[in-house]
């Protein structure tokens, strides 16, 4: 069964910030875009930000200016740089990966909270 693998989740004090990896299998990851997705209590889960193979970004408008979408080819792995976090960023947050919106491929989540 392919896994995508967060990790990096956490609590952390509003400003504050938290990077998210995720690792893929070397098939998924040089092939398809890789996406963050999360999902708030109570609320739908939503495309955060994505990168393409060769490397072109899409981020959602909540995330734009604060976030940072990468990819590293050597090792496989897509990144979250989150800065400046807001209480309204508290959720689960998924890798994706894949053909579509969402892609087939899913990791586990990784919670992320942002409290005083």
């Known amino acids: 069964q392919v896994q995508l693998v967060e990790s990096g989740g956490g609590l952390v004090q509003p400003g504050g910030s938290l990077r998210l990896s995720c690792a893929a299998p070397?098939?998924?990851?040089?092939?398809?875009?890789m996406r963050w997705y999360r999902q708030a209590p109570g609320k739908l889960r939503e495309l955060v930000a994505a990168?393409?193979?060769?490397?072109?970004?899409y981020y959602a408008d909540s995330a734009k200016g604060r976030f940072t979408i990468s990819r590293d080819n050597a090792r496989n792995t897509v990144f979250l740089q989150m800065n400046n976090l807001k209480p309204e960023d508290t959720a689960v947050y998924y890798c994706n990966g894949g053909t579509g919106l969402p892609g087939f491929y899913w990791g586990q989540g990784t919670q992320v909270t942002v409290s005083s």
């Open positions: 990168i393409a193979s060769g490397g072109s970004t």
């Open positions: 070397e098939s998924i990851f040089r092939t398809y875009a």
